[in-house]
Structure formats: structure tokens, C-alpha cells
């Protein structure tokens, strides 16, 4: 079917530069054409595909993926794909038209990291999206970044220069949440930030919520806070250790993990401890269902819960973990990442190291299929993806 959608563009194009033409002009009825797919077959559009040699010409690559050049005269060319974000193979390929039309050329496009300027040199520490033109990036010296689908700007908001902004997460566009090292907690309502009471001036380090009413915030000192549509409230913890990462399947099963490897578990009414094998910190936790949850942190640690126990899961590498996120349950569309720029990538059964743009230390990753993936660390770092498998 791809095909049959490559040749018809191809023969309409082509029907578009034949014509009526002077005795002895030269041929100019050739074409050229062919289609662009991503790793996994399916058409790739939005690719820019440069034709240079006997003429030039440049198009873009349809909803299918197919292109076609049309009205060339006889000679040597050279195709080449381009599309941010996207290594393609082959690199171009250079062919003859001679007497007749070129065979299809075809490419295949993967995905790959690559850095966006933030426009700023802060430290950021949280990213989040609800779309592809809608993503927030927080970070040190109160910095609120956002993306807007062509350029990252910074937003004003109540919080002085010198606060830390730790995480960010919002179940809308118009309902987003920031926590910073203060004990500050900002909403963003569509328009404005502004500052809620949070009753704590411990740190708070991570923000998470299943909904616009289930919301909750973790820190230093064992703090975690809960939002339930109208205030933030004090939830006892049973431990002091400091939290850093608070997730859930639903609003009866939330983690939250933090120094020394503690894994706490809400069960809807009560906090518990539960085992977790390693006393490395534990930086990050992040799940897809009720019986697949990953943490990571310190010294390369991956856990993994499997619905009854938490077990070490091998990462290949030594750096400390800082964040994870994925979009499948058991896929390949799982990312950890952490200092000096490691970015991990779960195969299904194995973690692999992945070429980034970048040697500063990441601090979170975040996406979805709408936005692609991102990652922000040090520096100002911004890193995107755009394939989400």
C-alpha cells in the first residue's frame, strides 16, 4: 500500500510537468520517486528531501511518506532526507535518469536525542507536557521555561531568583504544578503562576497527581503533602528520610522513593514501608501499571516491581540515575537518565546505553506521543526526541 501511494504521487507530479515543449528542447518529462518510513515501517511525513545534479529541486515527504520530483531532464542526482531529530539511511543516494524514470529511492529515519536552546544557563530539574506546543521546563534560580512548539521562553513567577523550582507536573495545560527547594508550591492556571499555601517550608523535590483532585508532593524530612481539589494537607509518612520521587498506578496505589534505597507504598489509607534491596538512593520512580513500576538512582540502580517484590535490574552503567519515563509497558519506549549526560533505553529485556547531544549532567526525562521525549539536566540542557515508540 505504500508503495501504490508512492507511485500515484509520483505520476501525478510527473503528469504536472509534461507538456507541449519546442522541437529539440531537451526531456524534461523524467521524475523521481520514492517514500520515507520511520524504524518500524510506517510512512514518515514532514520530511524535506533536497534534490541536486543535472536539476535542482527540494519537497517535502507526504502523510505516507511518499515524495516525487517531476519535469527533470536527463542526468546524475543526489537525494537527500533531512528532518530535526531524525539520522537517516542511507545518508542520500545518488542515481541516473536516462532515457526513463528513475527507480523509487526509499529511506529509513531513526530517531535520535538532540539539544534545543533553552536560553538560559540555569540548572534545570523537572520537564513536563501536555502536548506538542504546550511543555514546561523548571529549574534553579526560580527559572519556569516553556516551549510553545518552536521556542523555548521564560515565564514570570511569584518565586524569587535565588529558589530552586524541583519538579513540574500538571494534569491539563491549564492546571500545572511546580514545588521548589523553599517549600513553595506554584499552579499555573492557564494565564498566570501563582502560589498556593503548602504549610511546609521543607524542600519539596517532586510533584505527581492522577488527576485534577489527587495530586501529591514529596521532600526532605519525610514531607509529603496531598492535594485534593481545594488545599494541600500534611500526610504522615512514618519516616524522616528524605523523598524524592512520588508516583501511582491509581489513587489507592502511589510509591515514593528517596535516601538509602526507602520505597514507601500508599495503599489509600496509611504509608508503609517496603523492601527494596539496594540502600543507594533512590532518585526516581515511574511506572505504567499497577504490576510494572521502575526506580532509579545512584551508582547506575534500576529496581523494578513485578507486582509482589522489588529486584535489581542490571544498567550497564556506573553513573547515578536520576530520572525515568517510558510510553509502553513493556517496550522499548522506556528512558532513564543521569549524569554526565547517560541516557539509558529498556530493549524489553535489556537496558543499553544511547548516544545523546550532550556530556552535562541530566536531571529528568519526560514525554509523550503528542510531544516526543525530553530531557533538561545542567547548563540549561534541553534535549528532544522525536520518535516515541
Same mark, same amino acid.
Given at each position: 500500500?505504500?508503495?501504490?501511494?508512492?507511485?500515484?504521487?509520483?505520476?501525478?507530479?510527473?503528469?504536472?510537468?509534461?507538456?507541449?515543449?519546442?522541437?529539440?528542447?531537451?526531456?524534461?518529462?523524467?521524475?523521481?520517486?520514492?517514500?520515507?518510513?520511520?524504524?518500524?515501517?510506517?510512512?514518515?511525513?514532514?520530511?524535506?528531501?533536497?534534490?541536486?545534479?543535472?536539476?535542482?529541486?527540494?519537497?517535502?515527504?507526504?502523510?505516507?511518506?511518499?515524495?516525487?520530483?517531476?519535469?527533470?531532464?536527463?542526468?546524475?542526482?543526489?537525494?537527500?532526507?533531512?528532518?530535526?531529530?531524525?539520522?537517516?539511511?542511507?545518508?542520500?543516494?545518488?542515481?541516473?535518469?536516462?532515457?526513463?524514470?528513475?527507480?523509487?529511492?526509499?529511506?529509513?529515519?531513526?530517531?535520535?536525542?538532540?539539544?534545543?536552546?533553552?536560553?538560559?544557563?540555569?540548572?534545570?530539574?523537572?520537564?513536563?507536557?501536555?502536548?506538542?506546543?504546550?511543555?514546561?521546563?523548571?529549574?534553579?534560580?526560580?527559572?519556569?521555561?516553556?516551549?510553545?512548539?518552536?521556542?523555548?521562553?521564560?515565564?514570570?513567577?511569584?518565586?524569587?531568583?535565588?529558589?530552586?523550582?524541583?519538579?513540574?507536573?500538571?494534569?491539563?495545560?491549564?492546571?500545572?504544578?511546580?514545588?521548589?527547594?523553599?517549600?513553595?508550591?506554584?499552579?499555573?492556571?492557564?494565564?498566570?503562576?501563582?502560589?498556593?499555601?503548602?504549610?511546609?517550608?521543607?524542600?519539596?523535590?517532586?510533584?505527581?497527581?492522577?488527576?485534577?483532585?489527587?495530586? /501529591? %508532593? !514529596?521532600?526532605?524530612?519525610? $514531607?509529603?503533602?496531598?492535594?485534593? &481539589? @481545594? #488545599? =494541600?494537607? *500534611?500526610?504522615?509518612?512514618? +519516616?524522616?528520610?528524605?523523598?524524592?520521587?512520588?508516583?501511582?498506578?491509581?489513587?489507592?496505589?502511589?510509591?515514593?522513593?528517596?535516601?538509602?534505597?526507602?520505597?514507601?507504598?500508599?495503599?489509600?489509607?496509611?504509608?508503609?514501608?517496603?523492601?527494596?534491596?539496594?540502600?543507594?538512593?533512590?532518585?526516581?520512580?515511574?511506572?505504567?501499571?499497577?504490576?510494572?513500576?521502575?526506580?532509579?538512582?545512584?551508582?547506575?540502580?534500576?529496581?523494578?516491581?513485578?507486582?509482589?517484590?522489588?529486584?535489581?535490574?542490571?544498567?550497564?552503567?556506573?553513573?547515578?540515575?536520576?530520572?525515568?519515563?517510558?510510553?509502553?509497558?513493556?517496550?522499548?519506549?522506556? /528512558? %532513564? !537518565?543521569?549524569?554526565?549526560? $547517560?541516557?539509558?533505553?529498556?530493549? &524489553? @529485556? #535489556? =537496558?543499553? *546505553?544511547?548516544?545523546?547531544? +550532550?556530556?552535562?549532567?541530566?536531571?529528568?526525562?519526560?514525554?509523550?506521543?503528542?510531544?516526543?521525549?525530553?530531557?533538561?539536566?545542567?547548563?540549561?540542557?534541553?534535549?528532544?526526541?522525536?520518535?516515541?515508540?
Amino acid at each position: 500500500m505504500r508503495r501504490l501511494a508512492w507511485f500515484t504521487a509520483f505520476v501525478a507530479l510527473i503528469a504536472a510537468g509534461c507538456g507541449d515543449r519546442p522541437p529539440g528542447s531537451p526531456t524534461i518529462d523524467r521524475g523521481i520517486a520514492g517514500g520515507v518510513s520511520n524504524e518500524s515501517g510506517a510512512g514518515l511525513a514532514g520530511v524535506v528531501l533536497d534534490l541536486t545534479g543535472a536539476s535542482t529541486a527540494s519537497t517535502t515527504s507526504s502523510s505516507s511518506g511518499a515524495y516525487a520530483f517531476g519535469g527533470l531532464v536527463d542526468g546524475d542526482y543526489t537525494v537527500t532526507p533531512s528532518l530535526a531529530g531524525y539520522a537517516f539511511s542511507p545518508v542520500r543516494v545518488d542515481l541516473r535518469v536516462s532515457g526513463g524514470d528513475a527507480s523509487a529511492s526509499t529511506f529509513t529515519g531513526r530517531g535520535v536525542w538532540y539539544a534545543i536552546a533553552s536560553g538560559t544557563t540555569h540548572a534545570l530539574r523537572g520537564v513536563w507536557g501536555s502536548g506538542a506546543s504546550d511543555v514546561w521546563a523548571v529549574g534553579d534560580s526560580g527559572t519556569i521555561l516553556h516551549w510553545d512548539g518552536k521556542t523555548w521562553s521564560s515565564v514570570p513567577n511569584p518565586l524569587s531568583g535565588t529558589d530552586q523550582i524541583w519538579d513540574v507536573w500538571g494534569s491539563a495545560a491549564s492546571d500545572v504544578w511546580a514545588v521548589s527547594a523553599s517549600g513553595a508550591i506554584l499552579h499555573w492556571d492557564g494565564s498566570t503562576w501563582s502560589n498556593v499555601p503548602s504549610g511546609t517550608t521543607e524542600q519539596l523535590l517532586a510533584v505527581w497527581g492522577e488527576d485534577a483532585t489527587h495530586v /501529591w %508532593a !514529596v521532600g526532605t524530612s519525610g $514531607t509529603i503533602l496531598r492535594w485534593n &481539589g @481545594s #488545599a =494541600w494537607s *500534611s500526610v504522615p509518612s512514618g +519516616t524522616t528520610s528524605l523523598l524524592s520521587s512520588v508516583w501511582g498506578s491509581q489513587t489507592s496505589d502511589v510509591w515514593a522513593v528517596g535516601a538509602g534505597g526507602i520505597i514507601l507504598r500508599w495503599n489509600g489509607s496509611v504509608w508503609s514501608s517496603v523492601p527494596s534491596s539496594t540502600t543507594n538512593a533512590l532518585q526516581n520512580v515511574w511506572g505504567s501499571a499497577a504490576s510494572t513500576v521502575w526506580a532509579v538512582g545512584d551508582a547506575g540502580t534500576i529496581l523494578r516491581w513485578n507486582g509482589s517484590a522489588w529486584s535489581g535490574v542490571t544498567s550497564g552503567t556506573p553513573e547515578d540515575l536520576r530520572s525515568l519515563w517510558g510510553s509502553e509497558v513493556g517496550g522499548s519506549g522506556l /528512558w %532513564a !537518565v543521569g549524569r554526565n549526560g $547517560t541516557i539509558l533505553r529498556w530493549s &524489553g @529485556s #535489556a =537496558w543499553s *546505553s544511547v548516544a545523546g547531544d +550532550t556530556t552535562n549532567h541530566l536531571l529528568a526525562v519526560r514525554g509523550s506521543q503528542a510531544s516526543g521525549v525530553w530531557a533538561v539536566g545542567y547548563q540549561g540542557t534541553i534535549l528532544r526526541r522525536s520518535d516515541v515508540p
